[in-house]
């Protein structure tokens, strides 16, 4: 490319608006450190005590809980930040979302839902994303929902997240736009969703909505498989988890610490 366009070469990406970028012989490491840190630093939890996951799994976030009004745009900034960091941390990925339905009006039980969040950043600020070399190159893809998961609105929500070998590259946790009226039709909704991510790339088909899976199916461009719930990444996507159950998934999507690094920097 040199020899046809007047280029300098700038050497390895170290930095990418607010990413930080490792890359050894075995891998390619992004993370926010730096910006995590200002997160803490901004909101004032800089010496906040770490948690070990985002959400308590046995609450749930209702509208009007009765704490009292938090402060709107404090809330906000904080929930936008969050979201922000989401660009490599899909483990926080429900939680940043959840949040976010209550950017009007939050309650202080939402600021400091926030927080804790926030909180449990602070014991991961090394964390990232890993993508490995040598990894067998199989577009593999997990969908969840959690039925009924909203209280007001007795809505479900659905988390997918897609892998080609090693970490996550497109991941997503939503509310359903419809109520589901069963287990099945939630997972249906999800999967529907995680099928047309799943092959919107090829651009392939503009078909309707649940129908989408079989024709998609027919004609070869995904594979449905049976998964294990203790497998199941997408859980991550869909509600709040224990501590040892958020870990666990949080190492399958290949959200990892710098000290899981290997090999030299590549030159």
């Known amino acids: 490319m040199k020899e046809k366009y007047e280029m300098t070469d700038l050497g390895l990406l170290y930095h990418f608006l607010g990413m930080g970028v490792i890359q050894t012989y075995s891998s390619i490491f992004i993370h926010q450190r730096k910006y995590a840190s200002s997160l803490l630093n901004k909101f004032g939890l800089t010496d906040c005590k770490p948690v070990s996951n985002p959400l308590v799994a046995t ?18 900034k904080l929930v936008g930040s969050l979201l922000y960091l ?19 009006g939050p309650s202080n ?13 602070k014991g991961t600020l090394d964390y ?11 577009l593999m893809g997990y969908c969840d929902s959690d039925w009924g998961g909203s209280i007001e609105d007795s809505k479900s929500t659905s988390g997918y997240g897609f892998s080609f070998g090693s970490g996550v590259f497109s991941w997503a946790s939503v509310k359903q736009n ?22 919107w790339p090829r651009m392939l088909y503009n078909k309707g909505r649940y129908h989408f899976i079989k024709d998609a199916l027919q004609q070869g461009a995904i594979d449905l498989v049976y998964c294990p719930t203790k497998d199941q990444v997408a859980d991550i996507f869909t509600k ?17 610490s710098t000290q899981s690094l290997k090999g030299s920097v590549s030159v």
């Open 178 to 199: 419809c109520v589901a009226l069963s287990t099945a039709e939630a997972e249906y909704v999800s999967a529907s969703e995680a099928t047309t991510q799943a092959i």
């Open 128 to 138: 990232g994303l890993m993508y490995e070399k040598g990894k067998k190159a199989v």
């Open 86 to 104: 989401t660009a490599t941390r899909p483990d926080v990925m429900y939680a940043a979302s959840l949040l976010a339905r209550y950017m009007h």
């Open 240 to 256: 709040a988890l224990s501590k040892e159950r958020f870990n666990y998934l949080r190492d399958k999507l290949g959200v990892l």
């Open 59 to 76: 609450e749930k976030l209702i509208k009007d809980d009765g704490s009292g009004a938090a402060d709107e745009e404090n809330y906000r």
């Open 109 to 121: 039980k939402h600021y400091g839902t926030a927080k804790r969040v926030v909180r449990c950043v």
